[in-house]
């Protein structure tokens, strides 16, 4: 519940609103960074139990002023969006990608990006999908174990690079490239994140490693392409090729240049395969913890003739199943910002500069929206809850005009994954404890490695 009437720049005399105070659930400010790294989402819990609005101390950052409401969304995201950039952060990560730049660069390159991911568009690659993920899934043996978290995040990485580079991983190799992709997380890992950028952490050096490697690949996809671009880009059998056909065919954009290509192909690495297998991974975990759920999910997907993008819109069941999990488990579980001059929120101050971050997961679990809401529960979208409850109090993608690109790929490849393995296999839970979920914090929230299933075949 941001005072609108207030934001804007806040005066330096002594009548400008005060910082808001430190939340007293989590200890003493000095502590915050040990409490923070020990556990993201517990001291984050206890620090906005009671509140929506809550100033946290870490040693690298500083003060860190956390929202938790739809309307603190809608104001840094649609409305007061001039007074809110990305952080430092995004540019070390992903240098010109779409996901770090701002201003008017930004708006030249989503305007030539947007139109290569709208479902119309994605449409060709559902049938790529598939047999990418059959090939993976298949080679699961029945009665055996296998590490979800592992599986998924290989499967989306493998779907990536099919549909999107135009090339083909080996499933059992190419371990330089998965290494490398999964080392981009570690910039951002609870354990550095809130150390001063100057500390040479372990996590920080597998980042800086793992980029240039995939920096290295960007550049060798580029020249294949480069070498023999298609004659007519709306041909081409990728979204690389197709960028390139674009620029060969005289389209000019910021987009387009061999750096920004290769920053936009380490943005859709990070962006496009964590993510998604995040979840996919938990949508498995649901379904193997609530067998209701689970019968009405089979009942749908043993309906279909087959699996591809004709149908999508027959899979309702599995929709909700993935709106649900994204609800409960947003990847992006925290959307990172910077002010750009003294704002005024609730009452209070925060400062030019200043780290701010938007809790998606809070937002998603508060029971103002959502009755039950720790509860799995995918019928609650069978109906007019999405007209009920405030625009951004559901944003796993982001919300305004930078909201996710790659919303509808992600959607399409969350679902045909889930029917084209649930045809075949049932992913049982062997965990003693059902209500323990096995979720852990980095850049983005994931299933705990070696989180192991058992392959029951149908």
Partial sequence: MSDETTAGRATTTDTAPPLPPYPDTVGHPLLHTVGSMRDVF????????DRDFVRI?????????HLGHPDHFERVLLNDRENFRKS????????GGLVAVEGETWRRQRETLQ???????????????VEVIRRRSRRWEPGTRIDLTHETSQLSLDVLFATLFGRELEVDGDEEVRTAADRLQHWFAPTSYPLPQWVPTPARWRFKRGKRRLQRVATE????????????????DDLLSLLVGLRE????????????????????????????????????????????VRDRFHGEVDAL?????????ALAVTERIVTEALRLYPPVYT???????????????????????LTVDQVHRDPRFYDDPETFRPGRWDGDLRQRIPDFAYAPFGGGPRRCIGRQFALMEAKLALAAIGREYHLAWPGDDADDTPMIAGMTARMAPETEFRVVER
């Fill in 42 to 49: 517990g001291f984050r819990d206890r620090a906005m139990a």
């Fill in 57 to 65: 101390k870490l040693l690298g950052p500083g003060d860190v002023y």
């Fill in 88 to 95: 430092d952060d995004f540019r070390i990560a992903f240098e």
């Fill in 115 to 129: 139109p290569l991911f709208t479902r119309d568009s994605l449409a060709d690659y559902a049938d790529g999908m």
């Fill in 221 to 236: 996809l580029l020249d294949e392409k480069a070498s023999d671009p298609p004659a007519d880009p709306t041909a081409a």
């Fill in 249 to 292: 065919a005289g389209v000019e954009s910021d987009a387009l240049s061999d750096d920004r290509i290769r920053d936009q192909v380490v943005t859709m690495i990070f962006a496009g395969h964590d993510t998604t297998s995040t979840a996919i991974a938990f949508a498995f975990y649901e379904l193997a913890t609530h067998p209701d």
């Fill in 305 to 313: 003739d087959s699996v591809g993008i004709d149908d999508l819109d």
């Fill in 335 to 357: 959307i990172p910002r910077e002010t750009t001059t003294d704002v005024t929120v609730d009452g209070h101050r925060v400062p030019e500069g200043s780290p701010t971050w």
